[in-house]
């Protein structure tokens, strides 16, 4: 393709939009496809079909009535991206789990899975992999890296790359960098670190990602030793555009350019704007700064057109290479839809997934569970359907297996269950107790289903306490 030629004919406002990502919540009402607009940033049903990229829809119906809205373009369409984590609609586990099973094939043949389901959905583009390293287990964004290993992390990621390949979309390595170094283990916090814990611990993984050739980096939210990253030039341009080579998109994170203002490193968005696209920051996610200040920023001389259209190079080539010039709709497949999503084939992947994750702390005899033995469940997990973890993507509660439907399905057993109390990390009504202590008394093993649930661990859910909620540990002593 002719890029020069493309960029040539576009205005400052149109080079702009092709830097800028919208949430398709902000763009489109999709149940008739109206367009609604982003006034804040001057985007309207005029000049909408300009942005490069929306980010979060809900799948294959969605995806078609955004390709087919009044002002979808056919000569430059819009990627269409969504958070992939650990799965699409059939969900395996959560990423920590699959690098505590230090099996590499398995996590390439996960993300396939998840790729291949995401692709005939209409997803041209999966923020994943996560591979920060993250050492502070209050930090609430653990669960979605493969662990504290460096070397770990960069080869799951290298895993997980291969994987979406294969299913047939590109992906975007994140959070570049340090972001699991949060102070505290507090979410979003800023991070201050030596040269040397740096370079031998905290980038390893991202630099040994780009071994795979992944499209896309994405900037995290943190300070980095006093410098937010998405105005860190001596990581963004001297490291990784200019030692490293990287020539893909880099993005930021959600709301990510503001964060700066939070930070207290850019008094306004106009210089949040400034500052990220002398970084050559790509695409701006969500909050349109580079829609309304970018072409300004030009006009005044802070900014050159030669690095607006450097970016907007990379923009257009990532739509080459996802292959959005020959078909805009690329990849969506209602037949593959209907017979592959959640389908026994994988349901099988996610099972051997989930098996090989489980952990055995200790045994001492009580397992296997004899024939004859009186045994009974207790615990909020006992019969809870709410198992998928954070960042579940199209997963649905109603499709996983308790505890209690697993033992029925294997045994043709009803078994005698009681809650005993909620799973949430503040609750404290105990009236389940004494139902549940009279329930145990009567049996010969106990299998109490404690846990932590998904919505109490995750981005902006960091915990002081890492532990089960105290009416939980109350329940775990009586018995």
Not at 87 to 114: K, Q, W
Not at 307 to 317: F, K
Not at 364 to 381: S, T, Y
Request: charge should be negative; proline fraction near 3%; include cysteine.
């Amino acid at each position: 393709m002719d890029y020069d030629k493309m960029i040539a004919g576009m205005s400052l406002e149109e080079k702009a939009l092709q830097l800028s990502q919208a949430g398709v919540a902000d763009i489109i009402q999709v149940e008739n496809a109206a367009v609604v607009g982003i006034p804040h940033a001057g985007v309207d049903g005029e000049n909408i079909g300009d942005l490069g990229s929306v980010n979060n829809f809900g799948g294959i119906e969605e995806a078609k009535r955004i390709r087919s809205a009044s002002f979808a373009r056919k000569d430059n369409p819009l990627i269409l991206m969504e958070d992939v984590i650990h799965g699409f609609r059939t969900v395996y586990p959560i990423n920590v789990a699959i690098g505590g099973t230090f099996d590499l094939d398995l996590a390439e043949e996960c993300a396939e899975l998840a790729a291949i389901e995401a692709r005939a959905n209409g997803v041209n583009v999966t923020i994943a992999p996560m591979v920060d390293l993250s050492r502070d287990a209050r930090w609430g964004r653990v669960g979605e890296s493969t662990g504290e290993d460096p070397y770990l992390n960069g080869q799951m990621g290298r895993a997980f790359i291969r994987g979406f390949h294969k299913g047939g979309i590109a992906c975007c390595v994140k959070h570049f960098a340090a972001y699991g170094a949060a102070e505290a283990g507090r979410d979003y916090n800023t991070t201050d670190i030596s040269d040397h814990t740096l370079k031998e611990y905290y980038l390893k993984s991202y630099l040994e990602c780009l071994k795979e050739n992944p499209e896309l980096l994405m900037t995290s939210f943190n300070l980095l030793n006093g410098i937010p990253v998405n105005g860190h030039r001596e990581l963004l341009v001297e490291l990784l555009r200019e030692q490293e080579k990287f020539d893909g998109v880099l993005i930021s994170d959600w709301g990510g350019f503001a964060e700066m203002t939070a930070h207290g490193y850019a008094a306004d968005l106009k210089e949040c704007a400034c500052i990220a696209a002398n970084n050559e920051v790509d695409i701006d996610m969500p909050v349109l700064v580079y829609a309304k200040y970018l072409p300004t920023l030009v006009r005044e001389g802070k900014v050159s057109e030669e690095t607006v259209n450097r970016m907007v190079r990379r923009v257009l080539r990532l739509k080459e290479k996802l292959g959005l010039y020959e078909n805009a709709s690329i990849g969506i497949d209602e037949e593959k839809n209907r017979t592959y999503c959640l389908s026994l084939d994988a349901r099988d992947i996610v099972r051997k997934a989930a098996e090989d994750a489980c952990v055995l702390l200790k045994n001492d005899g009580a397992l296997p569970l004899q024939a004859d033995e009186k045994v009974c469940l207790i615990g909020p997990f006992a019969r809870s359907k709410d198992i998928l973890g954070a960042w579940s993507c199209l997963g649905k509660a109603e499709d996983t297996v308790s505890v209690y439907d697993g033992i029925w399905r294997l045994t043709g057993k009803c078994v005698p269950t009681a809650s005993a109390c909620s799973e949430r990390l503040f609750d404290d009504d105990d009236s389940g107790f004494a139902e549940a202590l009279r329930l145990a008394r009567k049996s010969d093993t106990v299998i109490v289903c404690l846990g932590e649930h998904c919505d109490d661990s995750g981005e902006s859910r960091s915990r002081a306490d890492i532990v089960l909620s105290p009416l939980q540990m109350c329940l775990l002593r009586k018995l």
